[in-house]
Structures are given as C-alpha cells and as structure tokens.
C-alpha cells in the first residue's frame, strides 16, 4: 500500500502542475488567506441575502422608539430615528461591496488596456503615456475625488466612475511592467512571425499572461476604494440618506457615540473584518502567485 502511494506520488511529480493548480494549492495551504476567503464569502452571502430575510426595511422609522440597545427584536439594537441597525448594516455592507468591486472593476479596465498598451508599444508614445500617469500621481487622490463629486453632483453611480478614475494609475505600471517583460519572450515573437494583428497579440497573449499580478492587486484594490467610500462618505460625499453604506453608518455612530456606542460599534466591526479579510486573501493571492515561491 505504501508503495503505491509512493508511485502515484512520483506520477505526479513527474506529470507536475501548471502555474494555476500549483497556485491553488499554495493558497490553500496559507491559513490566513483561507480564513479571509471564508470571510468574504460569509460576508458577502450575508449583506446581499440577509436584508431579504430581516422584517424591517432599511429606510424603516420607528421615531416613537428612537434608540435603543441591542434587544430581542432589533438584535443589533437602533438608530436615532428607530430604523433597525441590523438591517441598515446589511445594506450597507451591499452598498460599500458594490462601491469596491464596481470602481475596481473600472479601475482594471483603464489600468490594464492602458498600461499594456504603453508597453507594447514602447518608444516615445509609452514614454508620453507614462509621464501623463506621473502627473496624475502628483495630484491628491481624494482631493481629486472629492472635486468631480462636487461637479458632477452626489451621484451614487458617479462614485464608481470617480473613485475608479483615481485608483488606475498603479494598475497601469504594473501591467505595463509585466507587458515590457513578456514581449520579448519567443511566443510573442512567433505570434508576430505568424503574422498575428497588433490587438490580437496583445489581448489574447500579453494580457492573459500578466493575470497572476493584475488579480492580486485588484484584490488588494478592493479594500482601498472600499476605504476610500468610507472616508467620502463620512465628509458627506458619498451614499446620501436613507440610503446606508459602512462609512455612512460609521459617521452617523461617530455622532453620537458617547450616549449610543452600538451606532458605531457594529459598522466598524463589519468594515474592520472586511478590510482585513481582503488584505489577507491579497497576501495569500500575491505568495501563491510569486513564480519566486520555491515549491514544497
């Protein structure tokens, strides 16, 4: 038996993995990045079904109860104007995922087309590209943000495109780094050989090679613009009332934190685990994807 084991043991050493399998058996070894994704996924799970399932609704006023703690029919306790926390933190958590993946997302879509698009060309155009990227990094990001919000109005939607106009700038250096590497190597230059069009070489070769640093860094993304939210959010820039996001409900607890400490509690608390489940699943996505890792 033992033996055996031993055998297909060697196989499959010998057969070996690609780069994803062995990627996902690294990352399933790091605990903490296991935790985290345990996490997000509860979290997730949570804030979109569970205001489902609560018998409030989040814009709910119960103005004759006010506030009170934690009880058992607002398990989480209320809010100044009687809305039901639990709910309102649901919803926000909704809101304050929504606002990460989706400015994320739009931060990709700039960041990568634009950063492989200045190292595959190179020259003088990627040179023109990147100093644009460097004068855009001289400017404040959150002073940047706070400016098209006050332009363009307090528009929820306006906030993907605003936050995500800010966070694609370290995107670009990083595909573009990755793209100046691979463009050289010989299935590029085979692919050129063949004939292949400009485009097609650079979204069916470049792009989908340089995928192990474009998903760590977009998950590490995440949480940064989800901070960002929070912070636009407690200026009174971002989610408007009676809507509800984490940030929104963390300044509403600040408020009136001495005489109602659950108004403040509970959203951080759900922020807080959330930021922290995503910064380590990053880190877990980032070593397991370091071609540099020695393997076990």
Not at 6 to 19: F, I, P, Q, W, Y
Not at 127 to 138: E, F, G, K, Q, T
Not at 162 to 174: F, N
Request: a neutral charge; charged letters at 15%; aromatic letters at 10%.
């Amino acid at each position: 038996m033992t033996q055996a084991i031993d055998m297909a043991k060697r196989e499959a050493e010998e057969r070996g993995t690609s780069l994803w399998a062995d990627a996902w058996r690294r990352l399933r070894r790091n605990r903490l990045a296991t935790l985290g994704a345990v996490v997000l996924a509860v979290v997730v799970i949570v804030s979109v079904a569970g205001p489902w399932f609560t018998p409030y609704a989040y814009d709910e006023q119960d103005t004759a109860l006010e506030a009170v703690g934690p009880c058992a029919a607002h398990w989480l306790g209320t809010d100044v104007l009687g809305r039901d926390l639990l709910t309102r933190t649901l919803h926000g958590g909704r809101i304050s995922l929504l606002v990460g993946i989706a400015a994320t997302a739009v931060s990709l879509l700039i960041g990568v087309l634009y950063g492989a698009i200045a190292g595959f060309i190179g020259g003088r155009i990627d040179s023109i590209m990147m100093r644009l990227v460097d004068i855009l990094y001289a400017l404040p990001f959150t002073i940047f943000v706070i400016v098209l919000m006050v332009i363009f109005g307090r528009n929820f939607i306006l906030m993907f495109c605003a936050i995500g106009a800010v966070e694609w700038l370290t995107m670009a250096r990083i595909v573009r780094g990755q793209v100046m590497s691979l463009r050289e190597k010989e299935f590029i230059e085979a692919a050129t050989v063949m004939g292949l069009p400009r485009h097609q070489i650079l979204l069916r070769h470049l792009i989908p090679n340089a995928l192990g640093p474009i998903i760590v860094y977009a998950t590490l993304t995440v949480p940064n613009v989800m901070l960002l939210e929070a912070f636009l959010s407690f200026l009174g820039l971002g989610v408007q009332p009676p809507m509800s996001s984490w940030g929104l409900l963390i300044k509403e607890g600040v408020e009136t934190m001495e005489e109602f400490p659950w108004l403040l509690i509970f959203p951080s608390a759900a922020l807080s685990i959330t930021l922290f489940s995503f910064n380590f699943l990053g880190d877990g996505l980032r070593d397991a994807l370091d071609p540099r890792v020695s393997r076990d």
